[in-house]
């Protein structure tokens, strides 16, 4: 829980909810136009007094703050006792960290005294900190240290700046003495603490190269493990010496040919610390990463100019096994991570790693959460139907505020943004369509180009040193066909490359072949809910000059694979494939839960009808314990002498 300054109890009259806002060390340091748009996202809501605001287990993506009244947080636990833990009053927030990590309520809030609740759900806030980055350079150092984490290791690091304060955790004593001020229903009264903190701008462009998404999570984050790499250096460094040496020793120093045997050991020893630089560029351009949403493969090869980013959603990992082979690296602790996915023999491998076990820790860390979501998902879903059904009344109503003027400018587009948008990526009535990338186009013009140089050089020849020719009907008539069979021939490559098109939908994803004039079309469509791996590759040195590549989509079938050839950026269409297929899955599990939820409504409700009307018994209660007969039995047994 974290406080404000002091503020009244009641709601100003007149004050506008922006107003209240910006009385919050939270948001004192916004712009104009992002005070605007956090006026927008800000919800209020009234509620009256023992109005159950949360309840503990349920799914937590909002911010809730106090405007006015009084709030209580109880936990309950296995024997159904319940235990205060906190009183949130006007100016009180919590849990910012439900803004970047989504979780679960840890307790039942409850209004102690009727008021006022605004809450931001954490959908609306990312788009906020998306169009306005510099809120969040304002906002942090009046986060909690949780929510600070969670940027750190995100990419919302990237939209902070250096030299922004870091909230730190009291010590040992501080704990301890808070811990007793509690006991003794005293206030906390220790200070909030403070550290300088500088963004780390290696895990920034890190992050964003891997096209990341804003709300994804870090939970590990690795290369390979710097031991080998200081193995290999070592092993290098006395190769290099090796071969620096044993000339000079064999043949001498002295004279032309000592001269010859130092630059020949030299050359040689170069070679071993060439290796060496070879080998660290590669592992500088190796990663492994754990998200709460998938696991990341990155591997850069330099000198064969290859990359490749390989994506595995979470949710398909099937088991994970570590793998340390030999004494050596038991004793080193090196091995690898074996990741089983739902494709069809699909294993990642994060190979060479320290401490491999940490990455099934983290899996199975991410597991249990996001299986605590889920079945928090479906209790408060069954809650709200139940409470559909009975018509019972919401707990907070909505506040409707006054009206404020709009101060945000509005954002044109660059003629740089719609050239890519025409060239590269285009989205129109949800639908997003990728072209090839231009430079697919130079093999099929060619041989077009080819020939209208030569019919040029012809045409050049004849006026230069035949001019009679030209004057003939035939000649000219003859070029001027050529020409302009050469120039629709560069007109159908040219439509043809416009008429291959690649398409993601809400629902399905289209590979589409198609010739100019509509002789032949090819097509091929998959599921985007049967997507279960996306590899982005970029493989020579003109798609890593040029920025394209390929995108390879692997489905749950045998034979309904698609690549994506020649697209422009592959990561970012890889990461687009990725949004939608979740945001399908996420539909459709709704939808299918909705209706198993409403029949479970509807039958709760026929049931409670049926008791009412007298059609279904009810049951009746186990006899009461009689103990005068429990005496009889006693009297009855006989003595045992």
Known sequence: MLKCTSMDDNVLVGERKIDFLMRLPLFQGLSIPARDALDKIANEYEFPRGAIIAHQGDVATQLYLVRAGQLESFTVDAQRQYTKQATFSAGDWFDDRWLFEQDVHRATVRARRPGRLILISSAAFLGFINAHPSALNSMYPALSRLAQDAIVHSRFQAYLQAGVRRRVGPTAEQSAAMAAQRQDGQEETAEEQFESFTPDSRRVRRYAKFQLMPE????????????????????????????LVIP???????????????VTGGVLGLIPLLVLAVIWLNWLNCYFLVTNKRLIRYENNVLRFKSQIEKVDIDNVQSVSTEKNGLIASW???????????????????????????????????????????????????????????????????????????????????????????????????????????????????????????????????????????SLPIVWGTLLILALFDVLWVLWMIEDWRNDTFMITDQYIFDIDRLPLGLNESRKQAELSKIENVRAEQNGILPKMFGFGHVHIETAGADSNLIFENVRQPDKVQNDIFTRRD?????????EEELKRRDYAL??????????????????PLPAIDDMEEEEEEDERPLVL
């Open 583 to 591: 945001a399908l899955r996420t539909r459709l599990a709704r939808q």
């Open 248 to 262: 000079p020793l064999l043949l001498g120093t002295s004279g032309f040919t000592g001269t010859v045997m130092l």
């Open 332 to 470: 080193l602790d090196i091995g690898t991570a074996a990741i089983t996915t739902a494709a069809q023999s699909h294993v990642l491998y994060f190979d060479f790693i320290d401490r491999p076990q940490e990455v099934e820790t983290a899996i199975k860390r991410i597991t249990e959460l996001k299986r605590t979501i889920g079945q928090s998902q479906h209790r408060a879903s069954l809650r709200r139907m139940v409470e559909s059904q009975f018509q019972v009344p919401n707990s907070v109503t909505p506040v409707v505020d006054l009206p404020t003027g709009g101060l945000a400018a509005r954002r044109g587009s660059s003629i740089s943004q719609w050239f890519r948008e025409t060239f590269g990526r285009v989205e129109r009535g949800g639908t997003i369509i990728y072209h090839r990338h231009p430079i697919a186009l130079v093999r099929p013009l060619l041989w077009p180009l080819l020939t209208g140089l030569i019919l040029l050089l012809i045409d050049v020849a004849v006026v230069y040193f035949t001019p009679d020719l030209i």
């Open 603 to 620: 039958m709760i409700d026929l049931y409670h009808q049926s008791v009412q009307q007298g059609r279904i018994p009810a049951h009746q």
């Open 216 to 243: 994804e999570v870090v939970y590990w984050d690795n290369r390979r493990s710097k031991k080998i790499l200081g193995f290999q250096a070592a092993v290098a460094g006395a190769a290099a010496l090796f071969l």
